[in-house]
């Protein structure tokens, strides 16, 4: 098995469990911080918020892996368009995962002291709470993971590496999944209504349909050597 085989498939591997680790995390946390005393419950659930925040760490890490990954083959397609990739798929998504991560955590000291003050003395803990929900829910990662995925699929489709078929796929659906980011900020979705659903499932499928592409399948052999010929030249 040569080496673009073998990154094919831990590409492929990263995806899904990134997005496997994603998924579960929103199940962990978002049943607790959407109840309407979401303070007390996250007090009493501090392990499901510990387990979300990591899980939402070990997503932002495996994803940054991909740009990693990806980079000596893209650079050979454009350079700058790969360094672009790693920028905002492997730093800034990284980074927003961390502060997510971050403000779930700090919520367990708050919440605490939240019960330990009791309803009449705690208007500030819930301001504080308040904060740090609101910074967690800033649509902030959809725009990095968009711009970030806009730069890969265009280097998908411009080194040929996969169908092209996949590869415009990802760019509808990635521009479905940024229009929600601008939608929640005019207050005409919230990040789980029904409608945000639908929005951002296409890009779901198209990332787990490529992700075992990639597994089974590998990259466009020709496209790979086209790529080194352009490098040696």
Same mark, same amino acid.
């Given at each position: 098995?040569?080496?673009?085989?073998?990154?094919?498939?831990?590409?492929?591997?990263?995806?899904?469990?990134?997005?496997?680790?994603?998924?579960?995390?929103?199940?962990?946390?978002?049943?607790?911080?959407?109840?309407?005393?979401?303070?007390?419950?996250?007090?009493?659930?501090? /392990?499901?918020?510990?387990?979300?925040? #990591?899980?939402? %760490?070990?997503? $932002?890490? @495996?994803?940054?892996?991909? &740009? !990693?990954?990806?980079?000596?083959?893209?650079?050979?397609?454009?350079?700058?368009?790969?360094?672009?990739?790693?920028?905002?798929?492997?730093?800034?998504?990284?980074?927003?995962?961390?502060?997510?991560?971050?403000?779930?955590?700090?919520?367990?000291?708050?919440?605490?002291?939240?019960?330990?003050?009791?309803?009449? /003395?705690?208007?500030?803990?819930?301001? #504080?709470?308040? %904060?740090?929900? $609101?910074? @967690?829910?800033?649509?902030? &990662? !959809?725009?990095?993971?968009?711009?970030?995925?806009?730069?890969?699929?265009?280097?998908?489709?411009?080194?040929?590496?996969?169908?092209?078929?996949?590869?415009?796929?990802?760019?509808?659906?990635?521009?479905?999944?940024?229009?929600?980011?601008?939608?929640?900020?005019?207050?005409?979705?919230?990040?789980?209504?029904?409608?945000?659903?639908?929005?951002?499932?296409?890009?779901? %499928?198209?990332?787990?349909?490529?992700?075992?592409?990639?597994? !089974?399948?590998?990259?466009?052999?020709?496209?790979?050597?086209?790529?080194?010929?352009?490098?040696?030249?």
């Amino acid at each position: 098995m040569n080496a673009n085989r073998k990154t094919a498939i831990i590409v492929g591997v990263l995806f899904i469990y990134g997005t496997v680790a994603g998924i579960l995390s929103v199940v962990f946390i978002m049943p607790i911080l959407n109840a309407s005393d979401y303070l007390a419950k996250v007090a009493v659930n501090g /392990n499901h918020i510990i387990i979300g925040a #990591l899980l939402i %760490l070990t997503m $932002g890490f @495996a994803l940054a892996m991909v &740009p !990693v990954m990806m980079f000596p083959i893209f650079k050979k397609h454009n350079e700058v368009l790969a360094l672009g990739y790693v920028v905002f798929r492997g730093a800034l998504e990284t980074f927003t995962s961390i502060v997510i991560a971050i403000s779930w955590l700090l919520l367990l000291p708050i919440s605490q002291e939240y019960v330990k003050a009791g309803a009449t /003395n705690a208007s500030h803990f819930q301001t #504080l709470g308040t %904060l740090l929900q $609101g910074a @967690a829910n800033l649509p902030i &990662p !959809v725009f990095v993971f968009s711009l970030g995925a806009l730069i890969f699929y265009s280097l998908l489709y411009q080194s040929n590496l996969i169908p092209r078929w996949l590869s415009v796929w990802g760019l509808i659906a990635i521009i479905m999944h940024l229009a929600t980011g601008f939608l929640v900020i005019f207050g005409l979705q919230t990040g789980f209504d029904t409608s945000n659903f639908i929005m951002n499932f296409p890009i779901f %499928l198209q990332e787990m349909v490529m992700a075992v592409w990639l597994i !089974v399948k590998g990259f466009n052999p020709s496209a790979i050597a086209a790529g080194s010929k352009t490098n040696i030249q």
